[in-house]
């Protein structure tokens, strides 16, 4: 592998967190070309989901929302990865219980979301999210859920 640590730390510094993501970048990569003989995560595409997710686990620094991105956003899996976003809007509209955890809402949700259905929900729940449904100051008034949403009938 040619690439270092300050390399990595100025290409992601932008997403935050370089000083912690950027060593453990460069141990995945170094473990994966160990692992496998080269840099190739093929096996993530052959391998049944439940593998592919548990190989990408067991990797430092990775859970189950990054294993989930990886495997939805660069493999095509079908799966359906839960951060804060998807997190909030599920537990403001009731389908999951207010301290259920991203883990348990992916387990779930996962199994009821058509897999076809799953990479656009993710989606268009993250740009929700972002744009509506915010953590604080969320905008109910334009939010075209909020027939549908407890959390949005809620007196202001």
């Not at 995560?41 to 929302?65: C, F, M, T």
């Not at 929900?121 to 929700?128: K, Q, Y």
Request: proline share 10%; charged share 25%.
């Amino acid at each position: 592998m040619r690439v270092g640590v300050p390399a990595v730390r100025r290409a992601i510094r932008s997403a935050g967190l370089a000083g912690i993501r950027a060593p453990r970048i460069i141990e995945i990569l170094r473990r994966i070309e160990t692992e496998q003989g080269e840099l190739s995560l093929d096996l993530l595409w052959r391998a049944p989901v439940s593998e592919a997710r548990a190989y990408l686990e067991s990797l430092p620094g990775v859970g189950p929302k990054t294993a989930s991105c990886v495997l939805l956003f660069d493999c095509g899996r079908p799966v359906f990865p839960v951060d804060t976003h998807v997190a909030r809007i599920t537990r403001r509209l009731g389908w999951v219980s207010a301290k259920a955890s991203p883990e348990g809402i992916q387990s779930i949700l996962e199994p009821l979301i058509p897999p076809r259905l799953r990479y656009g929900l993710h989606v268009n729940m993250i740009a929700h999210g972002r744009q509506l449904c915010r953590p604080q100051r969320a905008r109910c008034d334009l939010c075209p859920v909020r027939p549908h949403c407890p959390a949005g009938q809620r007196p202001r």
